[in-house]
């Protein structure tokens, strides 16, 4: 088990290395994204083994397993660098929604960066058996994971644009002025006058005439 985990931990501080390194070259935000991508990608085939090993443990019950010290400081170390990895792929996720005009939260750029990442994996787990793949879909897997990447790169800047135009429809509805207006009604009363509103009920001024005798 701290085999694995110190593996792991080698790993995973090297795919952060690389992250961190992209981060420094000033690129535009969909380039640094790719960037960020295909490090993910050499992470994974270099790691084939170890990321179809970890499918058969749950790592957070791994620490129960453990007993020395220095097998708990790795894990806590693979915890550690796992979540600091994410962060420098999510603030790149949030850095090209944000480039793309759209009002993006932590929040939102967590679940895009999230769902990106599962998607990813899931590609990375059907090229296991690039024969059993060609069988079933008539493709080739060897750009699975590219093709999978850019599909969801569309797939979110769509679902961005339109949280966008959602907002941006609910704040002119909003800021809309009333459509009632208020109108001037005189009143046959010593020439005073009423306020009324289009949409109040409009109710008929009858006059009141002297009656006049008739002439015979």
């Known amino acids: 088990d701290d085999l694995f985990v110190s593996l792991m931990a080698e790993r995973i501080g090297g795919l952060r290395a690389r992250y961190t390194e992209i981060h420094t070259r ?3 935000p969909l380039d640094e994204l790719r960037a960020i991508g295909n490090a993910y990608f050499d992470y994974l085939r270099e790691s084939r083994g170890l990321f179809l090993a970890q ?3 749950t790592f957070s019950k791994l620490s129960l397993r453990l007993s020395r010290e220095v097998e ?3 894990f806590e170390l693979v915890r550690r660098l796992g979540r600091e990895c994410f962060n420098l792929y999510r603030d790149s996720v949030k850095r090209w929604l944000s480039a793309t005009g759209a009002r993006t939260s932590n929040a939102d750029a967590t679940r895009t960066a999230t769902v990106i990442w ?3 994996n899931g590609a990375f787990l059907l090229m296991d058996d690039v024969k059993i793949f060609r069988d079933i879909t008539g493709l080739e897997a060897s750009r699975l994971l590219e ?3 850019e599909f969801q790169l569309a797939a979110a800047e ?6 966008a135009r959602r907002s941006n429809a609910g704040a002119i509805k909003s800021s809309a002025p ?8 005189k009143s046959p009363r010593g020439g005073a006058f009423a306020d009324r509103h289009d949409g109040a009920a409009e109710h008929p001024i009858q006059e009141h005439r002297s009656a006049l005798p008739l002439n015979d």
Request: glycine share 0%; hydrophobic share 55%; aromatic share 4%.
């Open 26 to 28: 000033d690129l535009k």
């Open 147 to 149: 093709e999978t990447f």
């Open 72 to 74: 708990l400081e790795h």
């Open 118 to 120: 599962a998607a990813l």
């Open 178 to 185: 009333s459509a009632r207006r208020r109108l001037i009604v």
């Open 158 to 163: 769509a679902a961005a644009a339109t949280r």
């Open 55 to 57: 499918l058969s443990v």
